[in-house]
């Protein structure tokens, strides 16, 4: 098919975070003059690169330089304040578009199984999801920190890049994080303490731990702090990756002084077990992975979990309420002229680059498929 004989379907991406906004891209480079609308509930775009993303990571948040272009010149149309399900329906979404992608991710902080006080019941004064912690940070308008209060001493459960994103949070001065444009409040919240104490723990030994080693190496130009863990040395597999997070986090351990005034104490093999404490949560306990160990019980101010996302169980653009017979999620279909893209799609796993991965093969499924129709009922 040449040029002069493609379609030009009119596209809504729902969501304009980095998977709406590369589908987006990819789509305006096969279909120039196709109408491209981006819908978000917020007044501005962006998703994870404006309010996921640490402000201290100015590579990733450069990123948004990128997708400025996609308004400023590739003339897609970005519509703010704007709830797919509530303002606007989804069927009349796609009454009004050829095409609709689903790009909303997975933005609600996933529970930890189990983890409830002694009688039972979640307990959740105190306790702070990841995505809660950072969307304040970044100063997102839903944000709620008037009853956030780290403290002096805080567990947090997770031993990913997040995890380590917070440890570094809690720790830079106040002073540094006005200058990364960190709301006032956000600031308070983390610093009235201020932080004396992190213990951040995770299931995993260390050298299967999800951070990546240059996380944890970034934590050691932190001024004042002595760090200590219990991760207990293998025989080498021959696996590079698992000997480079070992080697970081023995690195850092040995080159951080002894007399300093804060500690971060990494635990690693350790599972969420109960958590204490009677009007808000006072310590927690966990229990060995490998069952050799007996109890890891922490006294705390707070808890911050890092420990993935989830969908939200009353949205109203729930994904499987969404399947149906045609539903082909290894290409990003879930009907007719209906797809959805990145988290929602394949679930909260991947990096900014794997979202622009993904977006690129839902967009040659939707490509193919608007084209072989066409030339289905060209012939």
Known sequence: MNQTQIPQPRIAIVGSGPAGCYTAGFLRKRWPEAPIVLFDRLTTPYGLVRYGVAPDHLGTKGIAKQFDRLFARDRVEFRGGVEIGRDLGLDQLRAEYDIVVLATGLWA???????????????????????????????????????????????????????????????????????????????????????????????????????DPAMIRELGKLPDVRFTSDAVAVPGNGDRDATAKMAAIVELVEQSPVAATRSVNFHFGWTPDTLQGSERVASVIFRDTGGQRGQLVLETDSVCTAVGFTEVGDDVLLRSALEGEATNLERGMLAEGLYCVGWLRRGPVGTIPVNRADAKMVANAIINDVESSVATVAR
């Open 109 to 211: 902080d996933r529970s930890i199984d189990g983890f409830r006080d002694v009688e039972g019941n979640a307990t959740h004064a105190g306790v702070h999801g990841s995505g809660e912690l950072t969307r304040m940070i970044n100063g997102h308008p839903d944000r709620d920190s008037e009853n956030l209060v780290i403290g002096r001493n805080t567990v947090i459960v997770g031993n990913g890049n997040v995890a380590v994103d917070l440890v570094r949070l809690m720790l830079t001065d106040p002073g540094v994080l006005t200058g990364l444009d960190v709301p006032i409040d956000a600031i308070n919240a983390l610093h009235e303490g201020p932080v004396a104490r992190i213990d951040v723990v995770g299931r995993s030994a260390a050298d299967e731990a999800k951070f």
